[in-house]
């Protein structure tokens, strides 16, 4: 994307209407998962790395050792430490809907990128309104592969996923995929911190003790912090 900037989480999407192809690994990329289904006659992997100085706006290529029809989507995640964990999952249903996996989200504020691709006939996906559509995209007919990639911010704790989308068409080979961000954490601070304020009274001088004893505090909601 030409908006990345340095230190973004980029993710790579690619999803091929061949389970016999060879897939290789676009340089400087690293690849997280994937794989093939023959039921499904598709291959489809998640690659990622961290953008740096002068990539934005340049291409990324992906090598095949035969013909095959694929979609290639890139997103660009900024305050992120990169993928916590993710699930693929290939179906051979007749249904023009798909369901993403469920994935353990162990804390609060995590990111959920979710992924729908279809083999067939279908041009389009109608996303749900728990994730934002991000990107879509669609190859030639017969046996091209329709991709919508979406995301979901702040979820968790838990399991998440499960999020059905729906394409314009029936088809039978889909994959869909449910991604889960960290979100990027400073090195340090963000603890509690506890104090004894009878301790802090116990360890003043007699005299603060006798002001202090004369004093009230007054604590009110109806100052504006």
Do not use: C
Not at 28 to 34: M, N, S
Not at 168 to 193: C, F, H, Q
Request: glycine share 12%.
């Amino acid at each position: 994307p030409a908006s990345v900037q340095p230190g973004d989480v980029l993710l790579l999407a690619g999803t091929f209407n061949s389970s016999t192809t060879t897939v290789g690994n676009p340089a400087g990329w690293t690849r997280v998962a994937g794989g093939a289904s023959t039921g499904a006659g598709m291959q489809s992997y998640l690659w990622t790395r961290t953008a740096a100085a002068g990539d934005a706006g340049t291409v990324v290529r992906v090598t095949t050792s035969s013909y095959a029809k694929t979609s290639l989507q890139v997103a660009a995640y900024a305050n992120s430490s990169g993928v916590l964990s993710q699930g693929f999952t290939f179906s051979t249903t007749t249904s023009a809907s798909r369901t993403t996996p469920l994935v353990n989200a162990a804390t609060s504020g995590s990111g959920l990128v979710s992924i729908w691709a279809d083999k067939g006939s279908a041009s389009s996906w109608t996303v749900p309104a728990a994730a934002t559509l991000r990107n879509q995209t669609t190859g030639s007919p017969s046996g091209q592969i329709t991709s919508a990639l979406a995301d979901s911010t702040q979820v968790g704790p838990g399991t998440v996923g499960g999020l059905t989308a729906t394409a314009n068409a029936t088809g039978t080979k889909a994959v869909t995929w449910s991604i889960l961000l960290a979100r990027e954490v400073p090195p340090m601070g963000g603890d509690t911190l506890f104090s004894s304020m009878s301790a802090a009274f116990d360890a003043l001088s007699e005299g603060m003790k006798a002001t202090l004893r004369s004093l009230n505090a007054v604590h009110s909601s109806r100052h504006v912090f």
